[in-house]
């Protein structure tokens, strides 16, 4: 009967094969967004909030993405982080709530609104505030929206209903609030200090929001100033020579320095051609640069035109040590240490201008002066420099604010007035970034050049400059009146708060200083080190990234003089220059601006504001807006504190943001609540990386290398850049590109296919193993080896550490499930009796990989694990049930021979690869065909010849005593339906005896 089946059946109905609906090609662009449909119908999030009420709480806080243009793939990957780390943390049992929000105010919607005036010749300043300030509302509020669609379209799951704006009322008033504690705790005030300026934007700009590209074009002059009073007579009448990079600076000079152990030489320069502004001057300069501006000197009276015709090889100019008393034994030569120069005072080269210019210019010790480049003397304009503004301080020298906002000088400064006019006739007056006003030809040097002060001028300086990150436009050091919160003043009246004291003590924002538990605190750069200390980085070395920038930075500004942000809600008195402090009139401000927005901040209600006992005219009203990185700093306060999101807490248990953020919103964030809380927002900060294209260069669209997310979605759906975002070392700068995302597909399609299998070989499974005595070995491995990856992935979540939990994943489905696994096991689904304990423990253990698996694999692939779940449950809880909602799987507790198992795997691929040249011979054609000799001592003990074909998946497997690996093809014949060539067929497509006896049981079914 067997023999007459194998001539006239065909078995393929007999055999269990897999059988599911689920697809093999993913369609993921078209059946994604049918999905995130269904989340928002079922109310997902919600369900999320139901089903974790009340337990442990993790809290990540969103920064705020800006409100301006289209979600780029950096972007992408924040938030899939920051998605995949809430998911992960709600997997394991948290309630962990995400409210995404966004930063409205600022500069970059500012100038995109001026921008569409300029297309309209439409004039800002010819605009209502109020009405400009709506047009930015709205700009702001279009974007948002788009963005948030886009979010969600990437499978963000969030409070995407309610999230938070900096530009709502309700923030405005909160961060208004903010500031006022700052002021009522004695860490506001307003001075004159050269801060970072955009003449293009015609505002000061924090750190953070600059930029720095190397120039190779930048102009170097120097300029001499002639001594006219020295303690060391040998002096007077000498030239003491500066270097600078930045000639336009020149105008304001005021002094210059010297370093007190620095070295300097009384020379004499020399020229072979007509140079009246170099020839038999007597210059000091230090010691150690004497080479380089000899240098500098002899290229430019090259380039004059009396040295046309001089030889190239010959030098023009002879720089020699002064000889200033011919019969002094020794020679006469002068040279001084800086501290020898106190006393000493030039002047500017324009005196004869008179005013302003026939002031004195004192040398002041420096100890910022070196000696790495320069002259060793330093010009001093107090306008535009740090270190010039606090040397000429101290020394009671002020800053003359003489260039404007928009970066010229003003109408009635005597050298570059608007009288000062070219040979055009036209005012000279121009910005100082100007590159024609500030270069070597321009009016500044021109005129130094024919005071006869010019020394040297070029425009060949290389070096890195600052630049507006928005504009890209050349910033400027320049001196302005600004606001800035002290951080080296005592802390008064701040101590730490507990996560459950929200909001602020004192009517209006006020701490009541009677307050006993009030204790004494650091300075806010002290409070804010030991917090950095307290704080978790991931990675680690952002700690030293934040640490170092804390503990160098300047008094923060936080004053910006624009018009779309939140007003600096203060009121100064007019004769007095005092800030007025009085926490009744913060509360109306308050109060008013949390309901009415930004613009109840106006003139015309001082009165209201100011109360009945003080008369408006006495009082100015602050004009200035509000750095948006006090904005976004300010967001801990006014979201995670807030009744708006209960669901919130504060302290964030994490902060995760782009490295840029240690200068941005981790340090200002870091600063507000170390300023008002005495601590840190945050429990842990993590850090990723930039996305760079496939060769590592940074994305530029000028470059045409970016990589837009919208267009990856469209083409190869969410789950592609998630499973990207995820698989890279965030940690650090990664690369995308095409052949990456291609890559990252087919690890994608291996991931689908196990989950593919799964669905098909469960196929009507119930659940009903039988003995669990009967569990083979090969079955309590894969539940081993399945604990052990899922202790991997808690410790990879618990690390946040993303590339490692999705490699451990993807390696496990690839390696141990489907070269290994499903691959052994094939057989037995296939051909085993459907009710052989084998088969039953092997769709048990499948059903709890199955369940393992769609778990781990949620966060990362959200809308493949629900289109998975569904596929296998498709009336889950009523049709309102989604994987999302599942937590952490409890895998059972058994124990396996691991390096026993370690060591047959490694068997198994040497036989496999002893196979293959067999194969590629077409000598047979599969390891079914293969006879197999392995050395005895390669065998694992307790394995018998049985196990190891079935392990092996060849015809038969003997041992022997040599080194290696032996193959021929078997002589058995091939059973016609589980294809296995066994002794006991007696003929090809005969039936052996297992598929004999379920074949029959089949028959007898039908």
């Known amino acids: 009967m067997?023999?007459?089946?194998?001539?006239?059946?065909?078995?393929?109905?007999?055999?269990?094969?897999?059988?599911?609906?689920?697809?093999?090609?993913?369609?993921?662009?078209?059946?994604?967004?049918?999905?995130?449909?269904?989340?928002?119908?079922?109310?997902?999030?919600?369900?999320?909030?139901?089903?974790?009420?009340?337990?442990?709480?993790?809290?990540?806080?969103?920064?705020?993405?800006?409100?301006?243009?289209?979600?780029?793939?950096?972007?992408?990957?924040?938030?899939?982080?920051?998605?995949?780390?809430?998911?992960?943390?709600?997997?394991?049992?948290?309630?962990?709530?995400?409210?995404?929000?966004?930063?409205?105010?600022?500069?970059?919607?500012?100038?995109?609104?001026?921008?569409?005036?300029?297309?309209?010749?439409?004039?800002?300043?010819?605009?209502?505030?109020?009405?400009?300030?709506?047009?930015?509302?709205?700009?702001?509020?279009?974007?948002?929206?788009?963005?948030?669609?886009?979010?969600?379209?990437?499978?963000?799951?969030?409070?995407?209903?309610?999230?938070?704006?900096?530009?709502?009322?309700?923030?405005?008033?909160?961060?208004?609030?903010?500031?006022?504690?700052?002021?009522?705790?004695?860490?506001?005030?307003?001075?004159?200090?050269?801060?970072?300026?955009?003449?293009?934007?015609?505002?000061?700009?924090?750190d953070a929001e600059v930029e720095y590209a190397d120039l190779t074009d930048s102009p170097q002059i120097d300029v001499a100033f002639e001594i006219v009073e020295s303690p060391i007579p040998e002096l007077v009448g000498a030239h003491a020579v500066i270097w600078t990079t930045t000639p336009w600076t020149i105008p304001v000079?005021?002094?210059?320095?010297?370093?007190?152990?620095?070295?300097?030489?009384?020379?004499?320069?020399?020229?072979?051609?007509?140079?009246?502004a170099v020839t038999g001057k007597r210059i000091l300069i230090a010691n150690d640069l004497r080479e380089m501006f000899a240098e500098r000197l002899e290229r430019y009276v090259r380039s004059l035109p009396a040295a046309v015709d001089w030889p190239a090889d010959n030098p023009i100019v002879e720089i020699d040590d002064f000889l200033f008393d011919e019969s002094h034994s020794g020679g006469g030569f002068l040279h001084v240490r800086?501290?020898?120069?106190?006393?000493?005072?030039?002047?500017?080269?324009?005196?004869?201008?008179?005013?302003?210019?026939?002031?004195?210019?004192?040398?002041?010790?420096?100890?910022?002066?070196?000696?790495?480049?320069?002259?060793?003397?330093?010009?001093?304009?107090?306008?535009?420099?740090?270190?010039?503004?606090?040397?000429?301080?101290?020394?009671?020298?002020?800053?003359?604010?003489?260039?404007?906002?928009?970066?010229?000088?003003?109408?009635?400064?005597?050298?570059?007035?608007?009288?000062?006019?070219?040979?055009?006739?036209?005012?000279?007056?121009?910005?100082?970034?100007?590159?024609?006003?500030?270069?070597?030809?321009?009016?500044?040097?021109?005129?130094?050049?024919?005071?006869?002060?010019?020394?040297?001028?070029?425009?060949?300086?290389?070096?890195?400059?600052?630049?507006?990150?928005?504009?890209?436009?050349?910033?400027?050091?320049?001196?302005?009146?600004?606001?800035?919160?002290?951080?080296?003043?005592?802390?008064?009246?701040?101590?730490?708060?507990?996560?459950?004291?929200?909001?602020?003590?004192g009517e209006g924002g006020a701490i009541d200083p009677s307050d006993e538990t009030i204790c004494a605190a650091p300075t806010l750069r002290e409070r804010a080190m030991e917090e950095i200390e307290a704080t978790r980085f991931i990675p680690e070395k952002g700690r030293n990234r934040l640490r170092s920038m804390v503990e160098g930075r300047p008094d923060w500004l936080i004053s910006r003089q624009r018009a779309w942000g939140v007003p600096l809600a203060l009121f100064v008195h007019r004769e007095s220059g005092e800030l007025l402090v009085?926490?009744?009139?913060?509360?109306?401000?308050?109060?008013?601006?949390?309901?009415?927005?930004?613009?109840?901040?106006?003139?015309?209600?001082?009165?209201?504001?100011?109360?009945?006992?003080?008369?408006?005219?006495?009082?100015?009203?602050?004009?200035?807006?509000?750095?948006?990185?006090?904005?976004?700093?300010?967001?801990?306060?006014?979201?995670?504190?807030?009744?708006?999101?209960?669901?919130?807490?504060?302290?964030?248990?994490?902060?995760?943001?782009?490295?840029?953020q240690h200068r941005g919103w981790f340090q200002s964030s870091l600063l507000e609540s170390c300023g008002t809380r005495g601590r840190a927002p945050y429990k842990a900060v993590l850090t990723h990386g930039f996305t760079m294209d496939a060769k590592g260069f940074k994305q530029s669209k000028s470059l045409g290398n970016t990589t837009d997310p919208l267009k990856v979605m469209e083409q190869y759906g969410a789950d592609i850049i998630r499973l990207w975002a995820l698989s890279v070392d965030f940690t650090e700068d990664h690369r995308i590109g095409d052949e990456i995302l291609k890559g990252v597909g087919d690890t994608y399609r291996k991931l689908r296919n196990t989950f593919r299998y799964l669905l098909g070989a469960l196929d009507g499974f119930v659940g009903d193993m039988g003995d669990d005595t009967q569990i083979p070995e090969l079955e309590i491995y894969i539940l081993s080896e399945l604990a052990e990856l899922d202790r991997k992935l808690k410790q990879a979540v618990n690390d946040f550490d993303f590339n490692t939990y999705t490699r451990l994943l993807v390696d496990f489905c690839n390696e141990d499930l489907s070269a290994f696994f499903f691959d052994i096991r094939k057989?037995?689904?296939?051909?085993?009796?459907?009710?052989?304990?084998?088969?039953?423990?092997?769709?048990?253990?499948?059903?709890?990989?199955?369940?393992?698996?769609?778990?781990?694999?949620?966060?990362?692939?959200?809308?493949?694990?629900?289109?998975?779940?569904?596929?296998?449950?498709?009336?889950?809880?009523?049709?309102?049930?989604?994987?999302?909602?599942?937590?952490?799987?409890?895998?059972?507790?058994?124990?396996?021979?691991?390096?026993?198992?370690?060591?047959?795997?490694?068997?198994?691929?040497?036989?496999?690869?002893?196979?293959?040249?067999?194969?590629?011979?077409k000598t047979i054609r599969s390891g079914l065909e293969a006879d197999v000799t392995v050395p005895e001592s390669t065998v694992p003990e307790g394995f018998t010849d049985a196990d190891l074909v079935d392990l092996f998946i060849t015809a038969t497997v003997t041992r022997g005593q040599g080194d290696g690996v032996t193959v021929t093809r078997t002589s058995d014949h091939k059973c016609g339906r589980c294809w296995r060539l066994l002794p006991e067929v007696t003929e090809d497509g005969a039936l052996c005896g297992r598929c004999d006896s379920v074949v029959a049981e089949w028959d007898a079914a039908q």
């Open 2 to 206: 067997t023999e007459e089946r194998a001539t006239e059946r065909d078995y393929r109905p007999t055999v269990f094969l897999p059988k599911t609906d689920f697809p093999m090609k993913a369609g993921l662009p078209k059946k994604e967004p049918g999905i995130q449909a269904r989340w928002e119908e079922i109310g997902l999030y919600e369900k999320l909030r139901e089903a974790r009420a009340g337990r442990e709480k993790f809290i990540l806080h969103d920064g705020p993405p800006y409100a301006n243009g289209d979600m780029h793939i950096g972007h992408a990957l924040n938030h899939v982080l920051k998605d995949t780390v809430v998911r992960t943390q709600s997997l394991l049992g948290k309630d962990a709530p995400y409210v995404p929000g966004w930063d409205c105010h600022g500069l970059p919607i500012e100038w995109k609104i001026e921008e569409l005036y300029r297309k309209k010749k439409k004039n800002k300043n010819e605009v209502e505030p109020k009405e400009f300030r709506a047009e930015c509302r709205e700009y702001a509020q279009k974007w948002v929206d788009v963005q948030r669609g886009q979010l969600q379209r990437l499978g963000i799951n969030g409070r995407w209903d309610k999230p938070y704006l900096t530009m709502r009322p309700e923030a405005e008033g909160a961060i208004v609030k903010e500031l006022h504690k700052f002021a009522e705790t004695g860490q506001l005030y307003r001075g004159a200090k050269p801060v970072m300026w955009s003449p293009v934007e015609e505002t000061a700009l924090a």
């Open 253 to 276: 000079n005021q002094a210059l320095a010297y370093g007190a152990e620095v070295q300097y030489d009384l020379l004499e320069l020399t020229t072979h051609i007509d140079a009246p």
């Open 338 to 505: 800086g501290k020898d120069l106190a006393g000493t005072i030039a002047r500017h080269p324009m005196h004869k201008l008179g005013g302003f210019y026939a002031k004195p210019r004192p040398f002041l010790e420096g100890d910022f002066v070196t000696t790495d480049s320069g002259t060793g003397l330093v010009h001093m304009a107090p306008d535009h420099g740090e270190d010039d503004f606090d040397l000429c301080r101290a020394n009671g020298i002020d800053p003359v604010f003489a260039v404007m906002g928009d970066g010229r000088y003003r109408d009635d400064w005597l050298w570059l007035g608007a009288d000062d006019l070219d040979d055009e006739g036209k005012p000279r007056r121009r910005s100082v970034i100007n590159k024609p006003f500030n270069s070597p030809e321009g009016p500044i040097c021109s005129d130094l050049r024919e005071a006869g002060a010019l020394l040297s001028a070029s425009a060949d300086y290389h070096h890195s400059y600052p630049h507006s990150w928005r504009s890209k436009a050349k910033v400027v050091y320049r001196c302005t009146p600004q606001w800035f919160i002290a951080i080296d003043e005592d802390l008064e009246h701040i101590s730490p708060k507990t996560p459950e004291e929200k909001g602020w003590e």
């Open 582 to 660: 009085d926490p009744e009139v913060n509360l109306r401000i308050q109060q008013a601006i949390a309901s009415e927005t930004v613009d109840a901040w106006e003139e015309s209600r001082a009165a209201e504001f100011l109360g009945p006992d003080r008369n408006p005219d006495d009082y100015e009203m602050v004009t200035d807006i509000l750095d948006v990185w006090f904005d976004s700093g300010s967001t801990h306060a006014f979201v995670l504190e807030s009744d708006e999101w209960p669901e919130l807490q504060s302290p964030a248990d994490l902060y995760l943001e782009g490295s840029d």
């Open 827 to 921: 057989d037995c689904l296939y051909c085993d009796d459907e009710n052989d304990p084998k088969r039953k423990a092997y769709r048990t253990v499948l059903d709890i990989l199955f369940h393992a698996l769609i778990r781990y694999a949620a966060p990362v692939l959200v809308y493949t694990a629900e289109e998975v779940w569904k596929a296998r449950y498709p009336d889950d809880d009523a049709q309102e049930g989604s994987v999302h909602l599942l937590e952490w799987p409890v895998i059972p507790a058994v124990q396996a021979d691991t390096a026993r198992w370690t060591k047959l795997r490694e068997l198994r691929e040497t036989v496999m690869e002893a196979i293959e040249p067999l194969r590629r011979e």
